[in-house]
């Protein structure tokens, strides 16, 4: 049980594009999502956390405007990289939690994006 | 600012030998820690500790949390190739209810 999927598992795309990466949980409902995002050799940085039917909350030095997370219903969630940048090339994953408060996160098994 | 440290940042060792990899913390509002290990893809959950010095065990790995001194060691015995990975250490917090990861431990072992 508590499987959390991610589509696209890596892309590519150009310069100036926005690419949408989706979460789902398959086999329970999400209240909670957290994105994360992790550099070669690094560790998970988290980038927001989305509750189901409100605004996610970003973590400092996250643009909203640039990373748009819509969590519209209790097993998906989706993150917009918009204008995309070559910085912006990362592993992003992905997270969900049956409650807020749970001591549990299920992962995504993360999107690699390479923006040329 | 909430942190969470981890040491060393990595370890090469050769199969059969024992590890301890170490988690320390600053927190506001600490609900609990988690150790995960991370290959190629995403963390896989390893344990969650809730008490100090209440050992979580499982096969060669063990963990334990000390409350006091806000740290958490992972021990690893008798290595084998198959446990060279990242492993992670994170703090879940109450309050804001999100997940602080530290910096990660690389440990290679050697066949």
């Known amino acids: 049980g508590a499987v959390v999927s991610q589509h696209p598992s890596w892309v590519i795309c150009k310069s100036g594009t926005s690419v949408k990466i989706e979460c789902r949980s398959l086999?329970?409902?999400?209240?909670?999502m957290f994105w994360y995002r992790q550099f070669p050799k690094q560790s998970l940085m988290l980038m927001a956390t989305s509750n189901e039917g409100s605004k996610a909350t970003y973590e400092q030095g996250v643009e909203k405007d640039k990373f748009l997370i819509n969590h519209a219903s209790l097993t998906l969630s989706t993150l917009t990289v918009t204008s995309a940048h070559p910085e912006d090339s990362s592993f992003y994953i992905c997270s969900a939690s049956p409650t807020p408060a749970a001591d549990t996160q299920y992962f995504g098994p993360g999107t690699r994006l390479t923006v040329l | 600012e909430d942190k969470v440290v981890q040491s060393p940042l990595s370890l090469v060792v050769h199969e059969g030998d024992t590890v301890t990899l170490n988690c320390s913390y600053e927190?506001?509002?600490?609900?609990?820690l988690l150790w995960y290990k991370q290959e190629k893809k995403a963390p896989t959950f390893l344990f969650m500790l809730t008490s100090s010095g209440i050992e979580k065990k499982s096969g060669r790995l063990s963990s334990i949390l000390d409350k006091k001194e806000l740290f958490s060691i992972l021990n690893i015995t008798a290595t084998q190739t198959g446990d060279s990975a990242v492993y992670l250490c994170?703090?879940?917090?109450?309050?804001?209810?999100?997940?602080?990861f530290g910096t990660g431990t690389r440990l290679k072992v050697l066949a």
């Open positions: 086999d329970f409902q999400a209240t909670t």
């Open positions: 927190v506001t509002n600490f609900r609990s």
């Open positions: 994170a703090v879940h917090t109450s309050g804001t209810y999100k997940y602080i």
